[in-house]
């Protein structure tokens, strides 16, 4: 089906938008240019994103702008302002380093989008440590992957959380020093810290560590799809991005509400959801809560959140409902929605318009990429299905990998092959951490090699066409088949799994598992139930597959592997195609 392109023109704009002539902000776009729109640290001591996000709006006419509102479960409302800011990271960074907690020490957050985290990531940032947010969904086998090869110094969780998921591992973390408990009222001993008790005491002042642009700042893990989680390292340069991105795609300006509704678990709730609109001096709304349509829109409305950044897999929750929002809700001060993660179905881009007001806005990155890097910007016709065009500073190309490992550039329109970046972006990682052959993998000569597949047209619109890899999105979310397969291992019945996404309507795709079982064991429902049930308890329900299959055999090459694109076409109905060439280059 042909979607017809959304024109836009100056009245479609409420507000002005920063990027008015896509060709022309190219033309005249530097790093430079925007480096100068930040500040740096004072005294010339080098960069640091919680500067740039939290103490140069302190010390301005912004000191009492609310920087944050977070909405609890039950109605609260807790505000904080740059100032309130301020002094609460300061503390956080004053506890740490009262801990003896430095440079270049990582520092976790695994708890649910309270207040707490948001001022743990920035202290950690201003003590010049390394921050790592952890989906407060994982169940203890990610957890523990991710503390272990991210060399946690310092964990930052509840109480319930550490009992249920981390207790268990700390024999195994024994470079795991300091667990700040959030609501213990008391310090209980070995290592164990009540975090309001320490933050009571810590000074309100701080001077942020003096941070060079290529120090490490922030930790994101993502899934592999034969290894375990890797963790890829940005730096405190990452916020030249953030700022340009909030800037030119979502398109801040100075009395704007934002939400994103992304959990800072995920690279989009760090780098959207504290970063970029703090940068910008701007409000940013915390919903404490998982997805509920109705208090969604409640938000938007009470709030009068005017630039929203959401997921295609809660886009598609809302279009279920059936329900026109603009009918029931005041939404007029939503002036822009941005989506990420997955693919944005075309009519869920028109369905913005009609049901919110504005076309949705599809924007492409990933954990790896630190920041947007592909977008669709508001003065800017949107052609439904494409991700838009590459960020001012962003080369972006198709590429085909040789077989002598070199690349081709295809220079005509229309043609699938993998999209390449340009490398040396400010926000592009810097390391898979301890894992240089995996990082150096994923570069050949001068460009960044992403796993996907796309095509562009000939007006220089990209076009998502799929993953070159095994990897699954789930509701947005990135799960390795190889964890999933080796935590079915462990389980005394089974022989052998290969674990594929499935489509599913509502989440993108579902993680499915084809399992063959040790001899004598019976294929039954209970089996069934017990293995989701374990896979649960141990991977969390994020990750976790939602249908198990059981076979006699699952397909394998010739060296033993199972080939999870054959069982993937298979459960398409699709013709079995040539494997033989079948590699994962990033790997
Ligand atoms: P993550 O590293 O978890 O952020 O996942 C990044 C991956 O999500 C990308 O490599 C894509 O495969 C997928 N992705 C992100 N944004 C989009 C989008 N707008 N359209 C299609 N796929 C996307």
Sequence with gaps: MHWQAIKKTPKSFRVTPHLLDYEETCAHFSWETIGRELNGLPGGKGLNIAHEAVDRHANTHLAHHPALRWLGPDGTVLEYTYTDLQQQSNRFANVLRQLGVGKGDTVFVFADRIPALYFAALGSLKNGSIFCPLFSAFGPEPVYQRLQRGHAKVLVTTTQIFQQKVEQLRERLPQLQHILLIDASDDLGEGHWSLPQKMMVASEDFTIEATDPEDPALLHFTSGTTGMPKGALHVHKAVFTHYATGKFVLDFHPDDIFWCTADPGWVTGMAYGIIAPLVAGITCIIDSEPFNAERWYKILEREQVSIWYTSPTAIRRLMRLDIQPRRLYDLRHLRAVHSVGEPLNPEAVIWGQDALGTAIHDNWWQTETGGIMIANYLAMEIRPGSMGRPLPGIQAAVIRRQKDHSLEVITEDNVEGELALQKGWPSMFRAYV?????????????????????????????????????????????????????TLMAHPAVAEAGVIGKPDVLLGELVKAFVALKPGTVADDQLRLELIGFTRRRLGPAVAPREIEFQNQLPKNRAGKIMRRLLKDRELGMPEGDFSTMETENE
């Design 434 to 486: 301890d894992e240089d052959t995996r990082y150096r993998k994923c570069f050949v000569d001068q460009w960044y090699l992403t796993g996907d597949i796309v095509r562009r047209d000939g007006d220089g619109y990209f076009w998502f066409v799929g993953r070159a890899d095994d990897i699954i999105k789930t509701a947005g979310h990135m799960v390795s088949p190889f964890e999933v397969e080796s």
